[in-house]
């Protein structure tokens, strides 16, 4: 059976406070409109969690013994029609789809700042258009695609797998494998107990104290290595 909370453009189907405020998130958010948008799913069946977000920044935590999945939701727009917004569980995914679609003739940009909460056994992956990523205490494996955007993961009990498209890359704590795509900016790795391949495009390659390393194309920028393998 498929669960579905969802949050839409009447205002009786939300959870948390409905703010029209100017804002300050960089986005050209004084000209947006602003509410909070809280959603819920029970994960006690759940192996695997999907991010589909848009543009906005994106902070996941994993916490060990929780059951539920937690979303905040900070939604800026023009038009409610922009927002999609929805929590699903179909078997044992669950999966979040974030958007805000531009509209109209205004400079202002619509994204949503999302907060998540989660299991630390689920699996995760993210699939993330535009706006800084944090990413934290998840025990299992983490895929991650990124647009654009600073990156930074910790503390991951197995491998992760990275394809950014621009903007720095910072890891550290990992228990499994790191791959890593990059096209531009600069990757700082520390702490891999598993192998680090690397695929740059351009930026600084920096990395520390892990199992082993593969460099497959550094592209322009230097390379520091410390405490890797038997160097």
């Given at each position: ?6 949050a839409v453009?009447?205002a009786?189907?939300l ?7 100017n ?5 050209g958010d004084?000209?947006?409109?602003h509410e909070?948008?809280e ?13 589909d977000a ?7 935590v994993g916490e060990q013994?929780r059951s ?9 727009y023009?038009e409610k029609?922009?927002i ?5 569980q179909?078997g ?5 789809v974030a958007?805000?679609s ?10 949503i ?6 299991p630390?056994a689920?699996?995760l992956d993210?699939n993330?258009g535009?706006g800084?990523?944090s990413?934290?205490?998840?025990d299992?494996d983490?895929?991650?695609h ?7 993961v910790?503390?991951i ?10 903007g720095?890359i910072?890891?550290r704590?990992v228990?499994?494998?790191?791959m ?19 695929d740059d495009?351009s930026g600084?390659i920096?990395?520390?104290n ?5 460099i497959i194309d550094?592209?322009s920028?230097?390379?520091s290595?410390e405490?890797?393998g038997?160097?």
């Amino acid at each position: 059976m498929k669960l579905t909370v969802i949050a839409v453009a009447a205002a009786s189907l939300l959870t948390g406070c409905v703010v029209y405020a100017n804002g300050s998130g960089g986005w050209g958010d004084d000209d947006l409109k602003h509410e909070t948008r809280e959603l819920s799913l029970a994960a006690a069946d759940l192996t695997r969690f999907e991010i589909d977000a848009g543009a906005g920044s994106l902070e996941v935590v994993g916490e060990q013994g929780r059951s539920v999945i937690d979303v905040v939701a900070e939604v800026y727009y023009n038009e409610k029609d922009e927002i999609e917004l929805s929590l699903t569980q179909d078997g044992d995914q669950a999966e979040l789809v974030a958007d805000a679609s531009r509209s109209g003739w205004s400079d202002s940009s619509p994204h949503i700042n999302l907060t998540v909460y989660m299991p630390e056994a689920m699996a995760l992956d993210v699939n993330d258009g535009s706006g800084s990523i944090s990413i934290s205490g998840i025990d299992a494996d983490v895929d991650i695609h990124d647009g654009s955007g600073s990156l930074e993961v910790r503390d991951i009990g197995g491998n992760l797998d990275i394809d950014d498209g621009s903007g720095s890359i910072d890891v550290r704590d990992v228990q499994g494998d790191i791959m890593v795509d990059d096209g531009s900016g600069s990757i700082y790795v520390n702490d891999v107990a598993g192998k680090v391949t690397i695929d740059d495009g351009s930026g600084s390659i920096t990395v520390r104290n892990a199992g082993d390393l593969d460099i497959i194309d550094d592209g322009s920028g230097s390379v520091s290595t410390e405490n890797v393998g038997n160097h």
